[in-house]
């Protein structure tokens, strides 16, 4: 079974600047989750899909994050325009269901930084 | 916002050492508690996820204990490889869904 698929693994852009992050998820995992991890600090749930609806995305900066998942499957993450305070590493994950007593599956995180 | 916490932040023991670290965790309302392991470079790697108080659960040398009444976790790690280290990540959620996430505990095995 092919795991979570990322990219790009690594991104370097300057504040102000755009990016987009793609996530695949493993096949018939209705739910997909985005989180941010800063340095020193734990994951922190961004948004959650349940197929393609989002569940909750009340930590999504909504002024500069935007997220989509189109059909319910692969999903974009875009920061628009990039602060210094968003270099962190973006990990998407996906689960059978959004039960929280259920394991998540993780890819292996894009690291962006901003300069 | 749930309050998770690991201890010790990091940790360095010598190979064939065992060792073992703590996540703690709000009593009220338990749902589960999951440990991750992660590899630098890689994909965090679903552990254990636990649900019952007094429960133990063990895969090869690493096993994890709950108490579910006094809110903590304990991740122990028998005869450390270097293949071992890695940063070691509990999470807990809410309510149905969301995960929280503590900070980690680093682990470094010296050959």
């Known amino acids: 079974e092919a795991g979570v698929a990322q990219s790009p693994r690594y991104k370097i852009i300057e504040k102000r600047q755009s990016v987009a992050f793609w996530c695949n998820p493993i096949s018939g995992h209705a739910t ?33 994050f935007s997220a989509e998942r189109l059909k319910g499957v692969d999903s974009t993450l875009k920061i628009q325009p990039a602060k210094l305070e968003d270099s962190a590493v973006y990990l998407c994950a996906s689960s059978s269901t959004s039960a929280s007593i259920y394991e998540q599956y993780f890819g292996p995180g894009t690291r962006l930084t901003v300069t | ?84 280290s890695a940063t070691y990540l509990c999470a807990s959620p809410t309510g149905a869904n969301n995960l929280f996430f503590g900070t980690g505990t680093r682990l470094t095995v010296i050959p």
């Open chain 2, 1 to 84: 916002i749930l309050n998770v916490e690991q201890s010790p932040q990091s940790l360095h023991v010598q190979e064939g050492d065992s060792t073992n670290f703590t996540c703690s965790f709000p009593s009220s309302n338990f749902y589960a508690l999951h440990w991750y392991r992660w590899e630098t470079a890689k994909s965090p790697e679903a552990l254990f996820v636990m649900t019952l108080n007094g429960d133990e659960k063990k895969k090869g040398r690493i096993s994890a204990t709950l108490n579910t009444k006094e809110g903590y976790s304990y991740l122990y790690i028998k005869g450390s490889q270097p293949e071992d």
């Open chain 1, 32 to 64: 997909l989750y985005w989180y941010q991890q800063i340095l020193g600090q734990g994951p922190k749930l961004l948004i959650q899909f349940q197929n393609n609806g989002v569940v909750d995305d009340s930590q999504l900066p909504k002024d500069r």
